[in-house]
């Protein structure tokens, strides 16, 4: 069963401490129609169109409240930027070619590949760039960012990105998707809620009826969990959506996120703020709240498509197999040495598990149409075998 794990904890700092206008919002949500599933309550901490956590902040780097793969290093988006390179020569060199970013934060990740992808003319002369975003004040960052990107455009939903061969990169966007948590009772799996009690604080509970039939829908691991024991499940399909379009259009996608290869019981529900993990219930809004990626579940929603799966592997090794220490070595050639300290560091954290280190506990899925039989990165297992145990 897994267990919530600290991942990007730095050095533990006040949490906000003024009202959130979101809290009252819930509260009264929940006197006039009842406690709120966890999903709900998640969907509107993020994406409440006046209050969301993701509507009105850029919440990321040191001042923020969590620093991102992008953010530690220009070595994470330069080698996804090769990665796509290898996928493109793969597809046949199809020109236009779609490049597209989930999530993309700051920018930081879409300006670092494409200043990899400008040693590669054909291809960068072949691209219009996408970016799904909903947060208008990061849209506004990625704008300076990318001023000089190649046909570039905005989108809040990948629906409204036109077809065709697509390559789409997502760090950390699927942690941010809501996710429901069912709670294993005597008579079936309820749904936990948000509800408020006797002082009218918000606290977790149970839907009163369980969900009929969801035992049919359980993965192995999850069978024989105990009473009390919660599982986490995301809807299908945005995967489904990423998976139909390459498996239709040709190209592939690579999703990089914390979370397990199996799909198994655990609460990994969390708030996070300032680099410290904060009570998911006292500040909705204003708080970062996620939960861990359930890789096999995505796999199997793009099999279930007829897409072609790679991997999972950790983030460590995919970047290693990439080349991340070699750039290191010659970025750090030109480095001062404070500066060459800097790049070590960034590559251990990138890298290596442990306390911070983003490693391990960080994994990587590639999804392709089914002509593509490896990527580069990757492993090429794609029936049956697609996922593997770090
Ligand atoms: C955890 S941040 C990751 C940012 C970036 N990928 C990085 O690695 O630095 C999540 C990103 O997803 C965006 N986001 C959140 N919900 C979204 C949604 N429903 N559709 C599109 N983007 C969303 C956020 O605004 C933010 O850019």
Sequence with gaps: MRRRAR???????SIVTEPAPLLTYIKKLIKTSGPLPVWRYMQLCLTHPEHGYYIARDPLGREGDFVTSPEVSQMFGELLGLWAASVWRMMGSPDPLRLIELGPGRGTLMADALRALRVLPPMYESLSVHMVEINPVLVEKQMAALSDAPNIEWHTS??????????????EYFDVLPVHQMVRRDGG???RVVDIDGSGQLVFGVSAEPTPRFDVLLPPLVRAAPVGAIFEWRPDAEMMSIATRVRDNGGAAL??????????????????????????LKYPGRVDVTAHVDFEALARAAEDVGARVHGPVPQGEFL???????????????????LSDDIATALKRLTEGGRGGMGSM?????VSDPSLSVLVGLSDQAHGGGIRTP
Excluded: C
């Design 362 to 366: 960080f994994k990587v899925i590639g």
């Design 7 to 13: 991942i990007r904890a730095l050095q533990p700092r």
């Design 255 to 280: 999703i990089i996120d914390y979370g397990h290869v199996r799909s198994d019981a655990g609460d990994t529900f969390q708030a996070i703020s300032r680099h410290s993990f904060a009570d998911p």
């Design 158 to 171: 990948l629906d409204q990105v036109p077809q065709g061969p697509a390559i789409i990169l997502a760090n």
């Design 320 to 338: 290693r197999r990439l080349g991340i220490e070699a750039r290191a070595v010659n970025l750090m050639a030109k480095a001062t040495p404070e």
């Design 189 to 191: 799996w309820h749904e």
